[in-house]
């Protein structure tokens, strides 16, 4: 039987550009180009190794996000995924990590599975905490952080390294892995996957779909509430220090203020 990977893929602003927070204190999505988030570029490399290994499988990549998140379903396409989901719909406007992880695993359960590969953490919310989350409503066990990931027999293996010990772990299937950014270098989509990318299937689900209430949702179903947020002060300019004799003892007197000595 077809072994069928769910990647959840997020939608994220570019770091590169400027972000601005609107009236109600979420993170004015409108304003900033987005991109497939780096680290889930490694979930799909590592589905795809595991698809290639396989007899028999299915790449599925999973996104919740507005309109313009299906240029990271396209990213992951073009990468050689073999269909996307996307879940759209304007209650989820302000949906924290309880929320999505709701959303996701409800359109993973629609979906089929038989395991569910996620980035270490977005590069946005860097929160961390959606893999477990998902395992958690999934009701299947979770093995997170991997640096190495394989499936044999019905079973993922994978190492998670820490700063004392590296762990072998293994759980069976279903089950939900994360992988960090040691999984290897994820592949530049090729021409020829661009182009395939152009025909394979996205399909469109919105709360309804998924039998979700839009209470459930968004800022009024949000356990987490943003109560201020600030604007990064610009830079300042650095300090020059001109050699004329006393550079060194400068520099030391510098780096002694700020701690570093
Ligand atoms: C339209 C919209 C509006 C939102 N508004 C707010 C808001 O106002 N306030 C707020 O706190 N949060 C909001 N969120 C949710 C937020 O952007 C995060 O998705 C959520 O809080 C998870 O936190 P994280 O990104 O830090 O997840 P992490 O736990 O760091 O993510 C780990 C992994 O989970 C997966 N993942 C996470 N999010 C998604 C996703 N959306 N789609 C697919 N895979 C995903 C990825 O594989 C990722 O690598 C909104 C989301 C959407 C879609």
Known sequence: MSLRIV??????????????FADDLTVDRDDVDGLLSELDEY??????????????????VLTVGPEDAKDALRKALSMGADKAIHV??????????????LVLAKAIE???????????????????????????RLGVPQVTLLSEVSVEDGTVKGRRDGDAASEQLEAQ??????????????????????MAAKKK????????DLEIEAEEVGLEGAYTTVDA????PARTA??????????GKQLAEFLASQKFI
């Open 110 to 136: 629609k979906a089929g599975y038989d395991l569910v590969i996620s980035g270490m953490a977005s590069t946005d919310g860097t929160m961390g905490v959606v893999p477990a989350l998902l395992a958690e």
């Open 238 to 247: 650095g300090t020059i220090v001109k050699d004329e004799g006393e550079g």
């Open 88 to 101: 759209e719909d304007d209650d989820l406007h302000g949906t924290d990590a309880l929320g999505t992880s």
């Open 43 to 60: 979930a799909v490399e590592q589905a795809l190794q595991i698809a290639e290994d396989a007899d028999d499988a299915e790449v599925t």
């Open 201 to 208: 299937p996205v399909e469109s689900w919105d709360l309804s």
């Open 229 to 232: 947020a600030a604007e990064r």
């Open 7 to 20: 990647v959840t893929v997020k939608y994220v602003p570019d770091a590169t550009g400027d972000r601005h």
């Open 173 to 194: 299937l279903p089950a939900v892995v994360s992988v960090t950014d040691q999984s290897g270098e994820a592949r530049y989509p090729s021409f020829k996957g661009i």
